[in-house]
C-alpha cells in the first residue's frame, strides 16, 4: 500500500484538484450572488487555514469558538443585499 506524502507528486496532483473544485464552486457561488463580488479562491483557502487553529483548543471551547468562526466568516464573505 502506497501512501501519499505532503511532498509527493500525488499530493501536488491532489491539492490541485482540490484547489480548481474549490475554483469551481466560488465561481459558482458569487455568480449567484450568495457570496461578495471580491471574493476568491484564495479568501476561501485563508479562512480553512484559520479554522485549523480551532484544533489547537481544548474541547470545552471549541464548539462555541467554531460556531463563532463560522458566524464571523460567513458575515464576512456574504454578499451585500
Given at each position: 500500500?502506497?501512501t ?20 469551481d ?16 479562491t ?27 468562526f463560522?458566524t ?10
Amino acid at each position: 500500500m502506497s501512501t501519499i506524502t505532503s511532498n509527493s507528486v500525488g499530493a501536488a496532483a491532489y491539492r490541485r484538484q482540490l484547489v480548481a473544485m474549490l475554483q469551481d464552486l466560488v465561481q459558482r457561488v458569487r455568480s449567484g450572488r450568495s457570496i461578495r463580488a471580491d471574493c476568491t479562491t484564495d479568501d476561501v483557502i485563508l479562512a480553512l487555514v484559520a479554522a485549523r487553529g480551532l484544533a489547537a483548543m481544548g474541547a470545552s471551547s471549541r464548539e462555541a469558538a467554531a460556531r463563532r468562526f463560522a458566524t464571523l466568516i460567513l458575515d464576512a464573505l456574504r454578499a451585500e443585499p
